[in-house]
């Protein structure tokens, strides 16, 4: 049953009609667990809050598979402006984006101008910049515009998922770069081709990842809710002298607040996913997949509006 309810979310989650309907009509009811608000100074305000607590974030401008110029410089702008909302705000946060939302999925030339824009105005206001991780049909496009702009902008981070076979060679091929990684299980619909089916692959070959991007020397940000990797990378890090200040754990804007507090209060960097704007649809839908209980969450949303 659970699998089942995880294969109609990710059905849902990039489903075009469902997600025009939401856009329009449904953040009040059923996005704001999940979603800082549908406005960037509601966002601003979200981070300001978790700022409060000793929690550092990472903002997401919402949205994915943009097929049209206009909204993909559109989109472009909303980072920008992200990003001097951040600085002007004196925000601890990083920004987070999907490059489909910048024009991927149009052409090179496109996504390459919109990302420099991006870019140069967060090397011009100190804002560390992440390129999220898509599916796997995009994951080789995405690496190779990581590595042409790591070399022309220091504050530039991407995203490796363990649930990929390619994922271990993709972290050798990166680590000329000294790169700040974020570490994460994977998010999409994969075939069995390309991601391991099974749960415990996947999380063996998690550790095995962060293991080795620690002992490569680099900044890592293991991005996960799981005790049990989380309890690996204390353990790890003791085990291997690894400073607090090599790495950072991340978890999702609205998921185990009170984990999120406690390893503040341990003294490890906790940095939160904080996603805002309209475009909220597939992101949530994501959520649900990964758990199912989540859907509780949500209907008690819409009762207390
Ligand atoms: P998983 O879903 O495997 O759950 C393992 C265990 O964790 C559960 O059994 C439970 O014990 C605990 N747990 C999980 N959720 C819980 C909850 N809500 N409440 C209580 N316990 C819970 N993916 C991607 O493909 N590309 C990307 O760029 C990103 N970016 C990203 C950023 C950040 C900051 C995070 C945290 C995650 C991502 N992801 C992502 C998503 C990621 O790939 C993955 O789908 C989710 O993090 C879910 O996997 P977990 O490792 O959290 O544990």
Redesign the pocket.
Same mark, same amino acid.
């Given at each position: 049953m659970e699998k089942l309810m995880r294969k109609f979310f990710l059905f849902l989650s990039n489903n075009k009609f469902f997600t025009k309907i939401a856009k329009k009509y449904g953040f009040k009811m059923f996005a704001s667990r999940f979603v800082a608000g549908e406005t960037i100074e509601e966002a601003a305000e979200a981070i300001r809050e978790l700022n409060k607590k000793g929690l550092v974030v990472?903002l997401d401008h919402l949205g994915e598979f943009v097929n049209d110029e206009k909204e993909a410089r559109e989109r472009t702008e909303q980072c920008i402006k992200a990003i001097r909302v951040i600085d002007e705000g004196n925000l601890e946060s990083q920004l987070s984006l999907k490059m489909t939302s910048m024009g991927l999925d149009i052409s090179r030339e496109l996504v390459m101008e919109n990302m420099r824009k991006i870019l140069d105005a967060g090397q011009k206001h100190g804002v560390f910049v992440t390129i999220? /991780?898509?599916d796997h049909a995009r994951c080789e496009m995405t690496i190779e515009i990581f590595e042409e702009l790591k070399q022309e902008y220091e504050g530039l981070g991407t995203?490796l #998922?363990s649930y990929l076979y390619r994922t271990v060679d993709d972290l050798e091929r990166l680590d000329k770069y000294d790169p700040n990684l +974020?570490l994460? *299980?994977?998010?999409?619909k994969e075939s069995p081709e390309v991601a391991y089916p099974d *749960?415990k692959d996947v999380d063996e070959n998690f550790k095995n990842i962060i293991k080795i991007h620690l002992q490569n020397g680099n900044y890592t940000a293991v991005?996960?809710?799981?005790?049990t /990797?989380i309890d690996f990378t204390k353990e790890f890090v003791k085990e291997h002298d690894i400073s607090n200040d090599q790495f950072e754990f #991340? /978890?999702?804007y609205g998921?185990?607040n009170e984990l999120q507090e406690k390893l503040v209060k341990e003294g490890y960097t906790m +940095?939160v996913?904080v996603p805002y704007g309209n475009d909220w649809f597939g992101y949530n839908m994501?959520r649900l997949a990964?758990?199912p209980a989540?859907v509780w969450f949500v209907l008690k949303g819409i009762f207390k509006k």
């Open positions: 990472t999220d /991780m898509e995203v #998922q +974020r994460v *299980k994977g998010a999409y *749960k991005a996960t809710h799981d005790d /990797m #991340q /978890m999702l998921i185990r +940095r996913y994501r990964e758990r989540n």
